[in-house]
């Protein structure tokens, strides 16, 4: 039996649940061709049944085709329309036992996948939302979209309808990321932003064509969210959001994890409020402290600077002049300073002083500790 | 010329502008009496013009004579009704050119100044609130109230009057710690409010009887509301709002710095949330999280329940079985633990875990930092 990888991949996404670790742990090891050989003829791997299948070439090819008469595409891994922020999923673990780079995306739009993905920030949040979510979720979207930035979210409604309606508003880019098949309509009040999706950006998801949105789907769904951004914004978010989950992959993939407070005496902020109060995430009120925190140290500048002149571009390159001085008066050590007393050694006002350590912090740059400002500690 | 102790903080506090650093430096240095009798012979203090007072003594006798006519006494440190976490003023350094301990409170009100301020909590914000901040500080002066918790604010309009009626609704007790004299109506609004914290609690000031309210006077003043607090709330303020300042002195007294987040579409949260983005300040959302915050590692429990048995009452005693075996599996280094780490280690439920961190954060045993949770490291 003979398969291409693309067509395996295609087998794999219509033949196994998606983001099963241990598929995912196969594939990695030994190639979709090789897994689907070795799956096909009812290997057993933790957590599936055995499945049978005496050409899943032939059973591949005719996804594939199925797929692409009713305007799909099949983008894998190492393709040139492949997202390769997703990669980062191969190291990031597990939740919810569903983690792994997915073995191919079905997409529905007329973009490029790759260059639409480039700077992506996903806005998620409660699909219970109020209407102060809806008017922020939909002002981050326009500010995001306005600055040249992708909005990701789920196509839900509340918070993720509002987030993609901000971005189309000003015609920015957007992805929808679906638990169902890509093809289908859920929810069905949505039909026309999955529409508008599809035609401003596009709609996406792992699942086999046709496929139910089911509450596993959704967990899985959630870190390709997460995978495909920058930074993860939540909203609005009650003590157990699906969108938390989102924030926790977040974390996992060592995404800038943001999340907007709202009234104290509103339930739709509470998961929020938690994640901000245990520092899972960090406080942003607008689309520009956003765009601040997308730079994380070490990463490629998100501009694109870094692709022109001298090869890599250091994340310093990017700093303005009172930035670097704060940046370059910042104490090493546990030991940290004040504002005031960086403001005593640059010079600067202090005023000027917090900007930059703001602006540095959300680059990981400076960090506050309980001993005062210090230059944040390298990650691993 | 012979002045007792009282009678020379009386004719400073008559005589000299409040919380002159170089005033309250001399007081300490040499004691009051002998302080007056060189600030009264014209001895120059950078800051102060000279003084002439033939006969301050005379003058001390007077003012304190005046005051107690028009139902005001003067507490001095050191003495049974002095409170004395202000003394902690001694070591907290300047704002604003204004600092120190001030020489006495002028009081009034029935109750005793040290048994109120035992357990207080700051509750400050803006004049310019909305509605929504009314409400939370309100609820929290309530919920304070409700728990034994003293509330200590400044009597303006706002926030400040919010957090007053709040407590005095359920009966609790507050101090309202006025930028005037403690004998002076201001805002003309608030007669109606100060009688009523004058009746369950206390008015006080450390300016002069009669004196009028100034802005060098309200930023003193702030010093004192923080000062009295165990913890520093800042409801609604904006940018440039005087309430920072009182939280920038509870940064500098090592407070607790708390902050009620609100719509970021709201100008008059901005001032928080930048304290919140800047780690000046912890989110909380209401009362009982406040409380949490009120033990910090090393102080005496806010109980009393240190005052019965064994001497000395560690922070730990107050933990709940939980709390006490998610802090024994906390490593000590940098490299810390997840929630779900913690979990398998300890055996207990992730989300009984995320809630004993929480505590444990608050009470400053447990700190998260990039790399996970771990034990906060000790103060110096």
């Avoid at 395996?8 to 196994?16: E, G, K, Q, Y």
């Avoid at 901000?276 to 501009?303: I, K, Q």
Wanted: hydrophobic share 45%; charged share 20%.
């Amino acid at each position: 039996m003979s398969i291409d990888d693309r067509t395996a991949r295609a087998w794999l996404s219509a033949t196994i649940e998606p983001a099963m670790p241990a598929v995912a742990a196969l594939v990695a090891q030994v190639g979709a061709p090789d897994a689907v050989r070795a799956l096909s003829s009812g290997r057993s791997v933790p957590g599936l049944r055995p499945v049978y299948d005496a050409d899943p070439s032939a059973t591949g090819r005719a996804v594939l085709s199925d797929a692409g008469a009713t305007g799909m595409r099949w983008v894998c891994p190492g393709e040139p329309e492949w997202p390769t922020a997703l990669d980062d999923l191969a190291s990031a673990g597990d939740l919810h036992r569903r983690g792994g780079v997915p073995y191919g995306l079905w997409v529905r739009g007329e973009r490029d996948l790759a260059t639409l993905t480039k700077q992506v920030v996903a806005v998620v949040g409660a699909r219970a939302s109020t209407s102060y979510g809806d008017d922020v979720a939909g002002d981050l979207g326009a500010g995001l979209g306005d600055a040249g930035v992708c909005v990701v979210s789920g196509a839900a409604y509340g918070i993720d309808a509002a987030a993609h309606r901000g971005v189309l508003a000003v015609g920015g880019g957007t992805v929808a990321v679906l638990a169902c098949g890509a093809d289908v309509v859920y929810p069905r009040g949505h039909e026309g932003l999955l529409a508008w999706c599809t035609s401003n950006g596009a709609v996406v998801s792992e699942a086999a064509p046709g496929a139910a949105p089911t509450k596993i789907r959704f967990l899985a769904r959630n870190r390709l969210i997460a995978g495909l951004s920058r930074a993860v914004v939540v909203v609005e978010a009650s003590w157990r959001s699906g969108s938390l989950t989102t924030l926790k992959w977040g974390e996992l993939l060592s995404r800038a994890c943001l999340g907007v407070p709202g009234p104290v005496t509103s339930e739709a902020s509470t998961g929020v409020h938690l994640a901000l109060r245990e520092h899972r995430a960090e406080l942003v009120t607008n689309a520009a402290e956003v765009r601040d925190a997308l730079a994380p140290l070490g990463a490629a500048p998100v501009d694109g600077v870094g692709a022109v002149g001298l090869g890599r571009t250091r994340v310093t390159d990017r700093l303005d002049p009172r930035e670097l001085e704060v940046l370059e008066a910042l104490p090493a050590g546990a030991a940290g300073l004040t504002a005031e007393q960086l403001s005593a050694r640059t010079r600067l006002p202090v005023a000027a002083v917090r900007h930059s350590l703001t602006s540095l912090a959300a680059r990981s740059l400076a960090a506050c500790g309980p001993q005062g400002w210090r230059l944040a500690p390298r990650r691993a």
